[in-house]
T-cell receptor
Framework: SQQGEEDPQALSIQEGENATMNCSYK?????LQWYRQNSGRGLVHLIL?????REKHSGRLRVTLDTSKKSSSLLITASRAADTASYFC???????????FGKGNQVVVIP | EAGVTQFPSHSVIEKGQTVTLRCDPI?????LYWYRRVMGKEIKFLLH????????ESGMPNNRFLAERTGGTYSTLKVQPAELEDSGVYFC???????????????????FGPGTRLLVL
């Protein structure tokens, strides 16, 4: 079964720096989504990129998708302390609404 | 517009007891999903309702878990009897259906609730 898997790294960066995290998956997908979870809170949807898209922007977020490599990256520019959270990628396959999540990336932005 | 809500936010029960979790999706969303994250593991899909019907329950771990969505509005997830390994965070999500006449049922953004933190002692 397909699965989103982030690079298993915890990032600790200074406020103002950029943060990049990656995600790989195993099978064909319809779309890939990135979510954020602040400590003790629910999952907040950040951005969705469809399989026929290569790059997408939303505010300070930039997502890329390489279906040939089955990978995606999330870039957060000009990070803020409020960006401190866990970030998850999730994939779904054609005709299948089940989201498969990765383990998550912990990002800490130091003020 | 109100988001997905879940109740309770936390639940602490003893092994063998019963717990019922509730999810209220965003009004008008036909699709309702349950996911859970047990300690140290990934968030895993449990099941998917379309209105009141179970579309996909392939992620339900065993028959101690029973999900219902009577009337196609809110949903409940009952765990009976609860075991230690059921501890974790249970998330609910909802999404709208695609427009009528869509040839392919495309997944769309799923809106998640805050989760219910279940601890089984």
């Amino acid at each position: 079964s397909q699965q989103g898997e982030e690079d298993p790294q915890a990032l600790s960066i200074q406020e103002g720096e950029n943060a990049t995290m990656n995600c790989s998956y195993k099978t064909s997908i319809n779309n890939l989504q990135w979510y954020r979870q602040n400590s003790g809170r629910g999952l907040v949807h950040l951005i969705l990129i469809r399989s026929n898209e290569r790059e997408k922007h939303s505010g300070r977020l930039r997502v890329t998708l390489d279906t040939s490599k089955k990978s995606s990256s999330l870039l957060i520019t000009a990070s803020r302390a409020a960006d401190t959270a866990s970030y998850f990628c999730a994939t779904d396959a054609y005709g299948n609404n089940r989201l498969a999540f990765g383990k998550g990336n912990q990002v800490v932005v130091i003020p | 517009e109100a988001g997905v809500t879940q109740f309770p936010s936390h639940s602490v029960i003893e092994k063998g007891q019963t717990v019922t979790l509730r999810c209220d999706p965003i009004s008008g969303h036909d699709n309702l999903y349950w996911y859970r994250r047990v300690m140290g593991k990934e968030i895993k899909f449990l099941l998917h309702f379309v209105k009141e019907s179970k579309q996909d329950e392939s992620g339900m771990p065993n028959n101690r878990f029973l999900a219902e969505r009577t009337g196609g509005t809110y949903s409940t997830l009952k765990v009976q009897p609860a075991e230690l390994e059921d501890s974790g965070v249970y998330f609910c999500a909802s999404s709208p259906s695609p427009g009528q006449g869509a040839a392919v049922f495309l997944a769309d953004e799923q809106f998640f609730g805050p989760g219910t933190r279940l601890l089984v002692l």
